[in-house]
């Protein structure tokens, strides 16, 4: 699993720092020109190394869960400020793992049995998800960006931001600040700062889009 995150967060660009135990993974990753650190993610000073102090995101995917929930213990307490995802094996660990301070958490199995069924009854459905978020589909990308208060589109209605207009791009749905989120939004909406667009629309389109949205939600993470 940290082999597929890995090259997605390569595909987009994110700067990261891989934490490995075992001297064979290590030696596929060292050809690939990423940062690595080998010792155990469950040590403070490991984590330390690694800088988890100044990241702004930490991917706990170990072996076991008694490891990611020891791992996301220690980064919490060491980066309150700290995006942590993380990996349940079992459905009784995900709440465990929100609890010790993992702000998502995933659980494979349960997503991988979703999409199994939803591949039988929804197949289009699938087949259009699959397009929007593949890192190896360069025409056509989904993407979170979010709204500086610096930016043009600050307190402007949708309708008048030139979004679809200009850059061909559709905003599927808007996160607001205080975590509601809008679906199909009208012409009407107010773009407020801190606002994150979640947007359909093609990589060249995409790289002007966030320049006029003034930030993106692309982080470092560990």
Not at 41 to 54: F, R
Not at 93 to 115: C, F, N, T
Not at 185 to 200: E, H, M, N, Q
Request: charged share 25%.
């Amino acid at each position: 699993m940290g082999k597929i995150v890995g090259r997605e967060l390569l595909a987009r660009r994110v700067s990261f720092v891989v934490i490995e135990n075992s001297p064979d993974v290590l030696g596929g990753i060292g050809s690939q020109n990423i940062l690595w650190i080998q010792g155990d993610a469950t040590q403070d000073s490991v984590l330390e190394e690694a800088g988890v102090k100044h990241a702004r995101g930490l991917i706990a995917v170990l072996s076991s869960d008694a490891d990611n929930l020891y791992l996301v213990l220690s980064a919490r307490r060491m980066n309150e400020r700290l995006m942590i995802v993380a990996r349940a094996g079992t459905d009784g660990s995900e709440q465990k793992l929100l609890r010790a301070g993992a702000d998502r958490v995933v659980s494979p199995y349960h997503i991988g049995g979703m999409r199994i069924a939803h591949a039988m009854l929804k197949p289009a459905v699938v087949d259009f998800l699959e397009l929007a978020t593949q890192s190896e589909n360069l025409e056509l990308q989904m993407e979170e960006l979010t709204v500086g208060k610096e930016s043009s589109l600050a307190n402007m209605m949708l309708g008048d931001c030139g979004i679809r207009r200009d850059h061909n791009a559709i905003v599927v749905a808007i996160k607001r600040s205080n975590g509601h989120m809008e679906f199909n939004p009208t012409a009407d909406t107010i773009l407020r700062p801190g606002d994150t667009l979640i947007v359909l629309a093609q990589g060249e389109q995409l790289k002007r889009l966030e320049a006029l949205v003034g930030n993106s939600n692309r982080q470092s993470v560990l």
